[in-house]
T-cell receptor, first 113, second 113 residues
Framework: AQSVTQPDIHITVSEGASLELRCNYS??????LFWYVQSPGQGLQLLLK??????LVQGIKGFEAEFKRSQSSFNLRKPSVHWSDAAEYFC???????????FGQGTELSVKP | KAGVTQTPRYLIKTRGQQVTLSCSPI?????VSWYQQTPGQGLQFLFE???????NKGNFPGRFSGRQFSNSRSEMNVSTLELGDSALYLC????????????FGPGTRLTVL
């Protein structure tokens, strides 16, 4: 069965520090991969997506992610975190047969001043 | 271009009642998906509609149903509400169903008393 694992439930980083959020997926074929961010009481906003091609993808707000097929991973990174980045981050797999997304459990990011 | 809109934003019901939630996709989007978000289970896929047809369905009981109209607007219905149905219900729309980016609405917060 398809699944997405985000091993870190909660991460705290200092403002200005680098960030890496981990995501591992289980899927038989090459997946469509997404990172979404959700602020409290809000819907989800797409940060970036991977469909094919270059395995390093750039997104909005200075985020990037790298697809590693050998490790079934799609980790999200940002070189310097801002206080406004505090939110919950979700990794998702899009299945080829339709618009269904399988989400990880999410990682809550806190930013220390 | 207007985003995905969901109505109502907040809803309080009692056990045994039924509820209908509405979603208006982005203009031109033909795929609408619904997700349930709870603290314990995270984001779970309910179903997806494309051109008025249900294309994918998640693992939810038959009390959860949906439909899509010719203008792509969608509704979901939950009958015989249970306390565990309290959740944030998110609607997402996309241009088509082949792994396209899904744009999420702000959600409907349902509380079952």
């Amino acid at each position: 069965a398809q699944s997405v694992t985000q091993p870190d439930i909660h991460i705290t980083v200092s403002e200005g520090a680098s960030l890496e959020l981990r995501c591992n997926y289980s899927y038989g074929a090459t997946p469509y991969l997404f990172w979404y961010v959700q602020s409290p009481g809000q819907g989800l906003q797409l940060l970036l997506k991977y469909f094919s091609g270059d395995t390093l993808v750039q997104g909005i707000k200075g985020f990037e992610a790298e697809f590693k097929r050998s490790q079934s991973s799609f980790n999200l990174r940002k070189p310097s975190v801002h206080w406004s980045d505090a939110a919950e981050y979700f990794c998702a797999v899009g299945l080829n047969q339709g618009g269904k997304l399988i989400f990880g459990q999410g990682t809550e990011l806190s930013v220390k001043p | 271009k207007a985003g995905v809109t969901q109505t109502p934003r907040y809803l309080i019901k009692t056990r045994g009642q039924q509820v209908t939630l509405s979603c208006s996709p982005i203009s031109g989007h033909r795929s609408v998906s619904w997700y349930q978000q709870t603290p314990g289970q995270g984001l779970q896929f309910l179903f997806e509609y494309f051109s008025e047809t249900q294309r994918n369905k998640g693992n939810f009981p038959g009390r959860f149903s949906g439909r899509q109209f010719s203008n792509s607007r969608s509704e979901m219905n939950v009958s015989t509400l249970e306390l565990g149905d309290s959740a944030l219900y998110l609607c997402a729309s996309s241009l088509n169903t082949q792994g396209d980016e899904q744009f999420f609405g702000p959600g409907t917060r349902l509380t079952v008393l």
